[in-house]
Every structure is written in structure tokens, then in C-alpha cells.
């Protein structure tokens, strides 16, 4: 099968991602500008994974340009990593509500860990079903991103 059906299913996906997070935003009650301090935390939970997940929009649709057809391996690993990018919205808005206090961080921490390790199984799988010489397997060869990414997790 080609790519066009899993592209399309994985956009929406993440369209609904972000729109959820969004909705979490409520107006404050007062008409003032100082009304607005209180949900500072919570808009920069919704700005930090508002960016997590368009990273990942944006490496899905590179990953998927250079993919010529997907196997039900494929599928099954794009869900994984779907499933872990659709609890953001969940652990955005306890981080947000909770902001700085361990137990929401360390959530969303691990939440961020499991998205990057599922968009390594995609990435392998795909490799496996295309091959080592192949288009994606040529253009993950050097993963000089992907080691500064573990690092930076790493350190988090």
C-alpha cells in the first residue's frame, strides 16, 4: 500500500492533538491583562508540546516522503507512535495545572521518552521492510540529530 492513507490518518491525528490542547486553554474570568498570570504555566505547557508535536508532524512527513510503501508492520508501529503522542494532551494539562511539581513532570517526561522511542520503531521497521540501501535506510544513516536528541532526553 502506498503512503497517502497512513499520512492522511496520521495528520488528523495530530490535528486532534493539538486542537485538544488548545481547548484546555480556558479564558480567565477578569477582563484584565494581570487576569492572564495564573494560566501562564498552563500556556507554556500548551506552547512546549504545541511544538513537541508539530516537530514530530514535520519528521513524520519527511520520514513518510522518502517511504515508497507500507507493510502492516508499518501501520502497527505508526499506531504506537500515535498512542504515545496522543497522551500529550493528558499530561500537558496535568504539567500545566500542576506546573513544576515532580510527579506531572516526570509524566511528561516519560510521555516525551515513549514518543521518541516509537518513532524509532517506525523508523527501523521501515528501514527493515525498504532495506539498508534504500531510500530511507540511506537517509538515516547518520543520525547526528537523533544522538543530540538522546542526549538532551538523557539530561532531562
Known sequence: MNTSRLEAFSDGVLAIIITIMVLELRAPTGPGFTDLKPLV????????????????????????????????????ANLGLLLSLSLIPFTTAWMGEHFLMPSPAILYGINLLLSAIMFLVVEHVAIHHEGKDSKIGIALKSKVKENISWILYSAG
Request: without cysteine.
Open 41 to 76: 504555566p498552563k500556556i507554556f505547557s500548551y506552547l512546549l508540546s504545541f511544538v513537541y508535536v508539530g516537530i514530530y508532524w514535520n519528521n513524520h512527513h519527511h520520514l513518510f516522503h522518502v517511504i515508497q510503501k507500507v507493510n502492516g508492520k508499518i501501520l502497527w
